[in-house]
């Protein structure tokens, strides 16, 4: 029986699934960003709504974990992506509890934009996990819809920087790259008029994107006591199945009618200056 107090540990990958994996991160979407996890060139040579042959702008919108491992060698691989603003979707709470603050890197601006503020105490964590593990589909969801209620005004400084500086590319990232990430970058991508199939096989790829940094997430949840209690909510909490964002996309049609009726009731973008 497993000890119940000790986080799981990622299970050794089968050496032919590894070739697999390494042959995935280094092939586009993903791309390389030394000291940095699940960088994706997101939505990059998909259709767009209308028809003809117009495709998403490739090398404009990446999307990331955290950044506070970057080497040098990872800054001159962003600046060399023409990547001049980093929006981090992290509250101060986990920036300050995992500390792994930003660095400063000259030439970029880093934007803190913080989405899901509550949730970070110990109770409120366990509650959550709790809930991960009896149904992670309705979690995942519920947990979604309110970014997309309560992250707006963080969703609202990355669409004015897509409308305003059309050809300075940017990147969007949070711990994983993968929640609140993930929501955001359904949202720029709805909103040009990519494919649901597309939409959701993007999410999808995170499971792959964060495997290099499995072992250390592992450590990182070993100190604590509430992940180290409920390890089925912990894995589920790791999950990026295509179904779930299905399920996103269908809801914002459903409740606002779709992309343009979410904007246009959560989010503000004001002429330009």
Known sequence: MADPTTTPTPPSVPSTLASTIASTLDSPPFVRIEGVFNVRDFGAGHAVAGGGAA???PLFLFRSGEFSHITERGIEQL??????????????????KYQTA???????????APV?????????????????????HDTFLTI????????????????????????????IHCTAGKDRTGVFAA????????????????????????????PMLAQRLQKEAVFRENCAGTLNMGSSRPRLMQALLDFVRR???GVEGYLTKYIYLPHRR
């Open 187 to 214: 949202v720029v991508l709805m909103l040009l008029g990519v494919r649901d199939e597309d939409i959701t096989a993007d999410y999808a790829l995170t499971e792959i994107g964060m495997q290099p940094i499995l």
């Open 255 to 257: 409740e606002y009618g």
């Open 116 to 136: 899901l503020q509550e949730g970070w105490e110990p109770s409120e964590i366990a509650k959550r996990l709790k809930e991960f593990e009896d149904n992670p």
């Open 55 to 57: 495709k998403v702008k």
């Open 79 to 96: 600046r060399a992506l023409g990547i001049r603003k980093v929006f981090d979707l992290r509250v101060d709470t986990e920036i300050a």
């Open 102 to 112: 930003n660095r400063a890197i000259e030439g970029v601006e880093m934007v803190r």
């Open 144 to 171: 979604y819809r309110h970014v997309l209620e309560h992250g707006n005004s963080s969703l609202e400084q990355v669409l004015i920087h897509l409308r305003d500086h059309p050809d300075q590319p940017c990147l």
